[in-house]
């Protein structure tokens, strides 16, 4: 099979999809990684999962008649990890590790990983490259070669998918070094040419955000480079998450033959694209309802181009395999979803344009919008209430905590199956459930931490428990998406009005609380939270949604603080994400994201300490909205990230915790690292504000990992409590 040339390329197939779960429809990535990670598979018994799952899907989207089949979607961990792996951007201190890739990803005992953050406005987090000036940059196109190789065996060719030189460089901060990395991609080019690759796609959602001027003219040299070489694959630019704006101009203005719009999140471009091929992502990628074809078809109708392409909006990595592996859902509920296969076959029949009318529009709800929200303020200012909690908790300087979750043991997952299946009563596993928290509760005591949790035995997932437990939600049997590497969740569907029927934790908080004298938190999640982890309505403003849900949060902390607790932690790590990628629409979503948690919190005395949690978001970003969150403390992501948040919270006017614990990597870190991350925050911070914990929950941690770092987390406070009495 010959290369293409720019000058005629083939036609593109007029139906794919951006990407597709890689998980596998049972968690099979997962429970191969956990077994790779804990010896007890090799990573030949890996790889070979893996090439079980790339085999299968292909397959399943040639069954549906999908025609445009993607290969280079499916990673080990994480898209942007591989790309760096790609283009040679290996740190050297991870090369001699026994496996570099997941050095990287998760760190080994003795090497931290690279920094985690959430994939633009997703719960997917991805590794942030390392790229500084000592970085080598050096094409290793090993394994999109093999993923080609290994579908045209089975009798498809397919399409790779490369994240695009300009979205790397910028999730890098080294846009600077264009030209090298350019040098790669020409090098990629020519050898998937030689492979026989007809397309290629390089995605770049970073350019559905506000570019500055010289990251535009970035994009155009990027791809007047790329699109200027004699012999290579036709080339389609893929954007997602929103409108391209003042990008696609200058996409457009080169060589390039395909561009990708999101016309579920953007508008209808109003650039002359006669002369290109534009892949319309009508099939949203990010939620779980059927597409409307009068909606879909208008759109596709409105684009002008030489060629259009149906498309999904993004990839379908962000929602579960099949609708058909939900038997538990109420009917007509499942009757308005579309999961992963069937918005395929949505794109298919969008194709083939026949099924006009024949799909609902989408969940049914209010036909008016609810009225403005009300936002409560029933606290006195900080400084009172900071005086009132002092008295009251008696804290030591640095007090000490951790997030919320303790290990969610094997025995506990099947206690909670065997419930579920109705071979365990309900005694029974509340019994197991109380055994675990005096467990979580004995070992805190007998580490010395300060504050104390329940381990949260009883929850499954911060948000779905919730959603169990309130009206408006329905919860999946199979519904697994991918957050990072093989942790997954299941996100609730929102479909309803919210409302709490009853109290959801005061249970076991207070049966906690009975155990010890040392002051334990009850432990929320936040209403942006909730929903931001949820498949939620369309029917109704975002902001509606969000307060209907900060409602059943507040009366959940009034409830707890009846109970006796006196400190009550309501978690927001979504606060972040949530926040629109153009800065035009940041304001306005921050004050009603900020009056939501507000309302769900003020119904507290004075007297009750208000705790709140962000991770793993770049949260220094939006500091000014966190502080106005009006927590009592703040715990934060820091560890992984090297502490870079120190470098913003000068001006912090509330107690604040950023971690010392990076949990997210099976390495227990030493006293003497600890110490350090503690100086660098006294030194930021007065101490008198202070906060040590771990960077978020121990739930994936095992017990041995928890209690040795915890120990060195104590161990280092004391030192530094003890140098701070002897400066006083």
Known sequence: MSALIPSSPGPFPASTVLGYPRIGPRRELKRALESYWDGRASRAELDRVGAEIRERTWHRLAELGLEGLPSNTFSLYDQVLDTAVLLGAVPARYRDAADPYFAMARGTDGLAPLRMTKWFDTNYHYIVPEIGPETVFKLDAAKPLAEVRQARALGYETRPVVVGPVTFLLLGSALDRLDEVLACYEELLAALAAEGVAWVQLDEPALVGDRTPEELAAVRTAYERLGALGTRPALFVASYFGDLGESLPELAATPVEAIGIDLVRGGVPGVDLSGKTVVAGVVSGRDVWRTSPERAL???????????????????????????????????????????????????????????????????????????????????????????QKAHLRLPVLPTTTIGSFPQTGELRAARAALTAGTLSQEEYERRVEAEIERAIRLQERLGLDVLVHGEPERNDMVQYFAEHLDGFAVTRNGWVQSYGSRCTRPPILHGDVSRPGPITVRWSTYAQSLTDRPVKGMLTGPVTIVAWSFVRDDLPLRDVVFQVADAVREEVRDLEAAGLSIVQVDEPALRELLPLRRAAQDDYLEWAVAAYRRATSGASDRTQIHTHLCYSDADQILAAIDGLDADVTTIESARSGARILGTVAAFGRGLGPGVYDIHSPRVPGVEEVEELLRRTVAALPAERVWVNPDCGLKTRTYEQVEAALANVVTATRRIRAELEAQA
């Open 298 to 388: 208008a759109a596709l109708g409105a684009v002008r181009a030489a060629q259009v392409v149906v498309s999904t909006s993004c990839s379908l990595q962000h929602v579960p395999y099949s609708v058909a592996d939900e038997p538990d859902l109420a009917p007509e509920l499942k009757a308005r979803l579309a999961f992963a296969e069937e918005k395929v076959a949505e794109v298919v029949a969008l194709a083939r344009a026949d099924f006009r009318g024949s799909l609902p529009a989408g969940p049914p709800g209010l036909s008016v919008a609810l009225p403005a929200p009300v936002v409560t303020e029933g606290r006195g200012p900080y400084a009172d209430r900071a005086a009132a």
